[in-house]
């Protein structure tokens, strides 16, 4: 079940909302109470504004009031025509090339980004000379020079979205494409297209007069605004009043949909966070090697598309409920290693190996990704971006047991219940219901920790999980960590640049440097300071101490 977020109102959304409202409204009552005087001639030609005709007549004596409401009305539909189509579509192919391999959607990407470059107005313009002039057309024409700029919107976001670690986490447990485009991506991306909506609308809405002014667009005797403005044209200086009616009118409605869309991103969301990780298969090499540890890595090497080499072919095990350390400074290659574990390797990087294996799961058979979900579970650095933050957390701690267990809604909330009950959640009902915003960033990293442990993985890898926590509630995480190496058969890959909480919780720890392992210690040689490399010496004494001196 998802959750409808507040709309937070402010003054430009009013403004805007009643200003558009309420020309809409006035221009549909007014179009079929003053239908026909729009188009009745009268002897009263070319009049100025008077009691009886309030921005006075043309000179075919109709009254300009009653054309320019009915004017509008033909222009306020085709203008909300044009956009829908172009939203409609827009959308679609953003998210499509975002779920295209990757060589298709960078071509699409480049593809959408030329079309861009290319003024809406002008493409408009060359699309209805092709298509001939016409109301339908100009709607086509408009359409059509609108998709790209939401392509590209839509195509950015959900590149950005699809960074995230909790699309990752999804695609890790293998939720379908549709179900990540309609849960993950469509719910995150909302605030920023309703805001391309209203731009859509308004840009639209411009275009199309324009397109009608010079002849394009609806032809006489039906009108639009632009064609009021057209025929106002020949008696621009002798009766100037006749340009005010729709000039006023696409002011109006464009201004009205300018302070929605201004409205709505200062109501947006403010807590729309990032962190780049993400996804990309695991290519392989070859084949294994025979040992009882559910996690064993062979000649690990993570390489980039220019060939250079990223982790040189390193090798470690972890046992059954064994906490590994993987310890060195920035860059050394540590989240490499796990993604690779993960399959979650970002473009343009590939790793191979002579063996790579989790739990009973072989990753280098290209594992489906229902199987990947057993064997691996990762618990990132950041609890703010672990979750989505549009759903509530049942939906999403719940979402790889309905996914791969089969289990219904109610049950797969019992099972996490349970689960957040034991990483010390006190009312796990109430943090089922709430969304991730509302929780402290250690209750998020409980709960994170609750639903990595769901899938029974065999690996579970901490990736930094106490970096963006305070110190106390870091304690409380390893804790947990201990906890769960003690009373579960998971092994654990523990990923930090911090000797100081390694030694405190891992049973072993290996130490690397610019991609490969240069140390391997027991915890309690780590402890006991008995290291032989200068450069894990160096890693201990870089670990801060209180030292009090009087
Ligand atoms: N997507 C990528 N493309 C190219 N190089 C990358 C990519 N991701 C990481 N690298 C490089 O690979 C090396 C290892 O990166 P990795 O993220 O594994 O380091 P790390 O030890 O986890 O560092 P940190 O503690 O800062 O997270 C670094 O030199 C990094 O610049």
């Known amino acids: 079940m998802t959750r409808t977020r507040r709309l937070r109102w402010n003054p430009a959304l009013v403004a805007g909302t009643v200003l558009l409202s309420a020309t809409a409204l006035v221009v549909l009552v007014a179009s079929f109470v003053l239908g026909e005087d729009a188009h009745a001639l009268s002897a009263q030609a070319g009049q100025g504004p008077s009691g009886e005709h309030w921005l006075g007549t043309d000179d075919l004596g109709r009254d300009l009031l009653a054309r320019s409401l009915v004017g509008a009305r033909a222009s306020l539909f085709m203008a909300l025509i044009a956009t829908g189509i172009s939203m409609f579509l827009g959308v679609l192919i953003g998210a499509a090339v975002w779920t295209a391999p990757r060589r298709l959607r960078e071509f699409a990407l480049r593809i959408v980004e030329i079309s861009v470059s290319y003024p809406e107005l002008l493409v408009a313009v060359v699309l209805a000379a092709i298509l001939g002039s016409g109301p339908w057309q100009v709607v086509v024409a408009v359409s059509v020079a609108n998709i790209p700029v939401t392509a590209r919107l839509t195509a950015n976001l959900s590149g950005a979205i699809f960074q995230r670690d909790y699309v990752t986490t999804a695609r890790l447990v293998g939720v379908p494409r549709r179900a990540l485009i309609s849960r993950h991506l469509m719910p995150n991306m909302a605030e920023p297209l309703l805001i391309q909506l209203a731009a859509s609308f308004s840009t639209g809405l411009v275009a199309m007069s324009a397109l009608s002014f010079v002849g394009l667009g ?12 057209a025929d106002a044209l020949p008696a621009i200086y002798s009766r100037p009043v006749e340009v005010v009616g729709p000039t006023m009118m696409i002011l ?38 025979g040992s009882a540890a559910p996690v064993v890595v062979r000649d690990l090497v993570v390489s980039r598309a220019d060939g250079t080499d990223l982790v040189h072919g390193i090798s470690f095990e972890i046992g ?16 490499l290693t796990a993604l690779s574990l993960a399959r979650l390797l970002p473009d343009g990087l590939t790793a191979s190996a002579t063996a790579l294996r989790a739990g009973s799961v072989d990753l280098l058979d290209r594992p489906a990704r229902a199987e990947l979900a057993d064997a691996v579970a990762m618990i990132y650095q950041d609890p703010g971006t672990t979750f989505n933050p549009a759903l509530r957390m049942g939906t999403q701690l719940t979402e790889v047991l309905r996914v791969h267990r089969g289990k219904s809604a109610k049950q797969a909330r019992e099972i996490i219940a349970g689960l957040l009950a034991g990483v010390h959640i006190t009312d796990p009902p109430r ?20 639903a990595a442990l769901a899938a029974e993985p065999a690996l579970l890898v901490a990736d930094e ?15 947990e960590l201990a906890r769960i190496r003690d009373e579960t058969d998971t092994a654990m890959l523990f990923i930090s640049h911090d000797l100081g909480v390694v030694t405190e919780l891992c049973d072993r720890v290996l130490v690397m ?37 009087s």
């Open 513 to 549: 440097k610019d991609g490969v392992i240069v140390e391997e210690l027991t915890g309690e040689a780590l402890r006991a300071g008995q290291v032989s490399e200068p450069y894990t010496r160096m890693l201990l004494d870089a670990v801060p101490t209180l030292a009090v001196t």
């Open 252 to 289: 109006l409605m464009s201004i009205g949909a300018m302070l929605v869309g201004d409205g709505l991103a200062a109501a947006a969301d403010p807590r729309v966070t990032r962190r780049p990780a993400s996804t990309r298969p695991v290519p392989t090499r070859s084949k294994d090697v």
């Open 320 to 335: 059954r409920g064994e906490i590994l350390g993987l310890v060195g400074e920035s860059g050394s290659g540590k989240s």
């Open 218 to 229: 609806v032809q006489t005797p039906d009108i639009d605004l632009g064609r009021l403005l």
């Open 465 to 479: 999980p106490t970096t963006a926590l305070d110190v106390t509630v870091a304690a409380g995480i390893l804790t």
């Open 431 to 450: 943090l089922l219901r709430s969304h991730p915003y509302e929780l402290s960033g250690g209750m998020r990293q409980r709960a994170m920790i609750a």
